[in-house]
Structures are given as structure tokens and as C-alpha cells.
């Protein structure tokens, strides 16, 4: 536990039980919660865990035979809400720092300034965060925009990141990235199996039509008034079950952003949209034995009964005890319309 600005206000602590959350479809997109034991409810702001001052860094991971261990920073964030409960137990839900960014509303339109739209997205987090720490974008930079936004500071880092073809969240150190919003199968980074010494407990399966468009429609409003840019984006591929018109009928979503976007940047975004809806149409979600090295984004391979699937990690839960599984939940790749 420290302070925002680093300084230690307790270390060592061991929950009872609890876990972190981390999901890509989530602005935020970690959360913790966790139990203490009695002695650690903080009656003033004071205290080490108070929700007005404390930070929490949450590492988890695993102890070798021979008593080493290895662990991953899995949560840094604020302590949001404390409850003291009935039977003696207090309860901490904490989010991250991104809920400081999110929080900080214009409190006067805001104009886009810096030469760069990542350079842009990085004053708006430092301007209500200067602590902030920033680690590896992996989009293409582009001039910045010329944009006004009323109050919502995180509806324009969501307008610059789409501008980019990406997202904007924090890692589990509690550094901001910027990184595609695609769901293309990578490498991947382990497989993950039921059966003798396998690490797969469940895993449950399933296909749907629900959200899995056909045809991605995006339209970028003019800052001269003149008419919006709008750029679709069809599965045109015969072969593919997804084929516009074809068995699967005619299902489009229409995405409308602030963000006044190029033709390229349009036609971009409106593919990663397409690729990541189409991705919804086989879901997994799998109960195993913690890795806690696993990241939102990896690209896995897991086998159930039988059944094998290439996913790609959407939501991941952290287990802080022991005796729990880790649970993930994944969607297909797709290959880009």
C-alpha cells in the first residue's frame, strides 16, 4: 500500500480472500476485491488502507518446490469503498487509475492541443493524474484532430484511442497503454489442457449470433460542417459463414465518433470493429489452475473434453487465495475483413 505519490503507508498484507478482474471491454478495466481482517478497517483517512490516501499494488504468482517464487503485478489502483462487516471482516473494492482519469471531468470545453493524437491522450491522463506512468503503445501515432469536448474525459481518450484503431487502459503495474483494438489471433502464449497434469478444471463453450455484425458502418463528423466521412466494412468473403447476404442474412452496426477521421483511419477502425464482433461468434470460458503471468489480450490454445479452441484472452479473474481458480474468459480470432 502507498499513497499516489508512492510514499508507504503498509506492505506485507495478505487478504483473505478476494481477486482481480481485468477486462478489455471495461474502460476501467480493473478492478480488485478483496477481505482483510478486522484490525485493518480504516477509521480515519489516517489509516494505512483509508479510501481517501491508499493505493493498492496487488502482486500474485507462484512458490517453487524449492521455496523461490515469481510473481506478476496484477492491480494497482485506488481502495473505492471499505465495509466493515457483521462477522468482523472488511471488505476493500478497489479500481484503477483509470478511474482517476475518468473522474476528472472538463470543467470547460477542452480543445485538442499537442501535434499528436498519443501525445494528446497523454496530456489528458497527466493533466488529471501527473503521477501517471505511461508503458509501450503499439499503435500507429497520427496528427491530432482538432476536437472540443464538453466534460467527458474519458469519451475523448476513447475518441483519440479509436482514432488510432485502439483502446487506452492500464496494465497491472497501473501503466497507461494504447493498444489495438483487434482481436487477430497472435501467437500463442501457452496451451492450456484438461487431463493428467493438465491445469484446465472446466471449461464451458458456446457459438451465437448475438453481437457478430456483418457490416460495420463508421461515421466521423466534420469540424467545417460539411458532410461526415462514412465508411463500411463488409464480410464480402463468399467463403466465410459471416458473408454479407448470404445464409447469415444482413446484420450492421452503426458507430458513430466525435473524432473527425480520415478516410484510412475510418476504413481501420471500422475493420477492427468488424473483426472483433465476428469474434464474438465462439466464446470460451475456462476454470484452471492460476497463470498469473496470463494478460487481457494473450492469445491461447485450450482443450476440454475432447474440444480445442484458439482464443483470445477478453476477461481475466485473479484469484488471491490459494484454493480458488483463475477464470477466462476468451473469444475466437478472426482474420481482418
Keep these: 500500500m502507498t499513497d499516489i505519490n508512492g ?13 482481480v478482474t481485468a477486462s478489455l471491454t471495461q474502460r476501467v478495466t480493473r ?3 478483496f477481505t ?3 484490525v ?5 483517512a489516517d489509516d494505512a488502507l483509508s479510501p481517501e490516501y491508499a493505493v493498492v499494488h496487488i502482486s500474485a504468482g507462484i512458490e517453487y518446490g524449492n521455496g523461490l517464487t515469481e510473481t506478476f503485478p496484477i492491480f494497482t489502483g485506488r481502495i473505492d469503498t471499505v465495509n466493515r462487516n457483521p462477522d468482523g ?5 478497489c479500481y484503477d487509475l ?4 475518468i473522474g476528472y471531468r472538463f470543467e470547460q470545453p477542452r480543445t485538442t492541443a499537442a501535434a499528436t493524437a498519443l501525445e494528446e491522450i497523454r496530456d489528458l491522463i497527466t493533466e488529471a493524474l501527473p503521477q501517471a506512468t505511461f508503458g509501450t503503445d503499439t499503435v500507429a501515432d497520427t496528427p491530432t484532430p482538432m476536437l472540443t469536448w464538453d466534460e467527458d474525459r474519458g469519451q475523448a481518450l476513447d475518441d483519440l484511442a479509436a482514432s488510432l484503431g485502439g483502446r ?3 496494465l497491472g503495474d497501473g501503466s497507461f497503454v494504447v493498444r489495438p483494438f483487434s482481436y487477430i489471433a497472435g501467437t500463442p502464449v501457452a496451451t492450456y489442457a484438461d487431463g493428467p497434469q493438465g491445469v484446465v478444471i472446466q471449461a464451458t463453450a458456446s457459438r451465437s449470433r448475438s453481437g457478430a455484425f456483418n457490416s460495420v458502418v463508421v461515421v466521423s463528423e466534420r469540424t467545417d460542417g460539411t458532410d461526415p466521412v462514412r465508411v463500411p466494412a463488409r464480410v464480402n468473403n463468399p467463403a466465410n459463414p459471416l458473408f454479407f447476404g448470404g445464409l447469415y442474412g444482413k446484420v450492421s452496426q452503426i458507430i458513430k465518433v466525435q473524432t473527425p477521421l480520415s478516410q484510412t483511419q475510418a476504413q481501420t477502425l471500422a475493420q477492427t470493429q468488424l473483426s472483433a464482433s465476428a469474434a464474438l461468434r465462439e466464446q470460451w470460458s475456462v476454470d484452471m489452475v492460476p497463470d498469473m503471468a496470463l494478460e487481457p489480450g494473450d ?9 480445442t479452441a484458439m482464443q483470445i484472452a477478453d476477461q481475466i479473474s485473479y484469484p488471491l487465495n490459494n484454493n480458488e481458480a483463475m477464470r477466462v474468459v476468451g473469444r475466437a480470432g478472426e482474420v481482418p475483413q
Excluded: C, H, M
Aim: glycine residues 6%.
Design 7 to 19: 510514499a508507504t503507508r503498509a506492505s506485507g498484507i495478505k487478504p483473505l480472500s478476494g481477486d
Design 31 to 33: 478492478s480488485a476485491t
Design 36 to 38: 482483510l481482517e478486522d
Design 40 to 44: 485493518w478497517y480504516p477509521a480515519t
Design 89 to 93: 471482516s472488511v471488505a476493500f473494492t
Design 98 to 101: 483509470a478511474a482517476d482519469v
Design 168 to 170: 487506452w487502459y492500464t
Design 299 to 307: 492469445t491461447v490454445n485450450l482443450a476440454y473434453r475432447g474440444r
